[in-house]
């Protein structure tokens, strides 16, 4: 049974540069659940990450954005991270000069969860005894000349210390090998649950193998065209969008 919803999107329209790439993208994730977005190369879904973060590019032209209640798109992007929502990037930027250990302390720090030195230093190590990353990486500036698998761990690190309410992931799952993605998909899967909903963006049905989906929702041309349980994963795995979308087209106007 569905919940009430955490994060709740109408008819979102989102121009970047001044191209609108979101067409009215609805899209409701209820507390704790799990949700999958997926949808071809180019049909808006890290747009639609950026946007509901508040990343100032992402001009929202029309629609609405909430979350838990409170109205998105009124809010700069710091204060929509204090209301718990996070991003995984899909392309995590270096930051030379700060460390990893520095910027999830500032980070919790933003977000007025601040621990003890003591208690944060063991969070942090068990955390990343758990994501199975190296020790060294408390001490190296974040995300340089991480591999890309590194990278992608030290997202699901910053999340797993900052403990949102919803994580969106943006292609955490690319670019790992087959024992990196099953430590990431573990660790976020002990991170899921009433506490913490999940939105996976991913072109793959691996991830959500481990993940789980509630809802698989499917993005095409800036709108969301359809939404299905988890084996819709497994049908685009099969047989690709082509029969989606023309299921879609074919398909009587409501
Ligand atoms: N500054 C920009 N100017 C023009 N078009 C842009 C700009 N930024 C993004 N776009 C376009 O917006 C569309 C959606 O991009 P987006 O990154 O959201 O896609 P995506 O669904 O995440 O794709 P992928 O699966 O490849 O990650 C793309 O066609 C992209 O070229
Ligand atoms: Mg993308």
New binding site residues.
Partial sequence: MSGTPTLSVHGLHVS??G?E?LKGVDLEVPQGEVHALM??????????AYALMGHP?YQVTAGAASFDGADLIALPADARAKLGLFLCF?YPTAIPGVTTVNFIRAALRAQGKEVPAREFLNRLAAEMALLKIDESFRQRYINDGFSGGEKKRSEILQLAMLRPRLAIL??TDSGLDVDALRTVAEGVMQLAGPDMGVLV?T?YPRILQYLRPDRVHV?HAGRVITSGGAELAQRIERGGYEPILGAVAAAPVA
């Fill in positions: 970047v540069d191209k790439i949808g071809p190369n180019g049909s808006g879904k890290s747009t639609l590019k899909q943006d292609e963006i072109h993005l």
